[in-house]
Antibody, heavy 119, light 110 residues
């Protein structure tokens, strides 16, 4: 069965970086892409970007351009999201989700990773 | 890209039907048939309920249906059940090749 398993919670100081992993199984990794979506405490969902596991093409939300990098490791079927220059308003649960194309829906989701940014 | 507009809350009694609207622009909802709806229970990851405006994934109850008219998409839940109580989010592909979500709607089953 398709599974996306994310790395554990992180606590970071302002200005630091965080890298969240999303290990997939149960499907052909390179036939799909991975999107990242975050949710601040008590708030709604925010789209962060998408990466193709086939060729590494990416598309990022404009507000995160320059601070976010999404990558994949096809040898381990794992996707990564790195966010730099962290601020307090980056505190959120970060989700990875499977999407065949950049225009596709998200049919499987990871369990979420809480990233807390606090001094 | 501004968030899509959803009502903050809706409610209904068991067995009734409710509709949640999702209003965007011609650059997102109105311009593409790539509207999805997600259900999220507290502390859980979102779950896909509707994709491409009106398609239901395997395993999702046929009590859930989606539609679109112009710049507004809608999710209808018929025969409300207690387990339907959750937050619901719409999302749309955009002309910038990005996605935008709605602010979310809290459904209360009375």
């Amino acid at each position: 069965q398709v599974q996306l398993v994310q790395s554990g919670p992180e606590v970071k100081k302002p200005g630091a970086s965080v890298k969240v992993s999303c290990k997939t199984s149960g499907y052909t990794f390179t036939s799909y892409g991975i999107s990242w979506v975050r949710q601040a405490p008590g708030q709604g969902l925010e789209w962060m970007g998408w990466i193709s596991a086939h060729n590494g093409n990416t598309n990022y939300a404009q507000k995160l351009q320059g601070r976010v990098t999404m990558t994949t490791d096809t040898s381990t079927s794992t996707a990564y999201m790195e966010l730099r220059s962290l601020r307090s308003d980056d505190t959120a649960v970060y989700y990875c989700a499977r999407a065949e194309y950049s225009s596709s829906w998200y049919d499987y989701w990871g369990q979420g990773t809480l990233v807390t940014v606090s001094s | 890209q501004s968030a899509l507009t959803q009502p903050a809350s809706v409610s209904g009694s068991p067995g009734q039907s409710i509709t949640i609207s999702c209003t965007g622009t011609s650059s997102d909802v109105g311009g593409f048939n790539y509207v999805s709806w997600y259900q999220q229970h507290p502390g859980k990851a979102p779950k896909l309920m509707i994709y491409d405006v009106s398609n239901r994934p395997s395993g999702v109850s046929n009590r859930f249906s989606g539609s679109k008219s112009g710049n507004t998409a809608s999710l209808t839940i018929s025969g409300l059940q207690a387990e339907d109580e959750a937050d619901y989010y719409c999302s749309s592909y955009t002309s910038s090749s990005t996605w935008v979500f709605g602010g979310g709607t809290k459904l209360t089953v009375l």
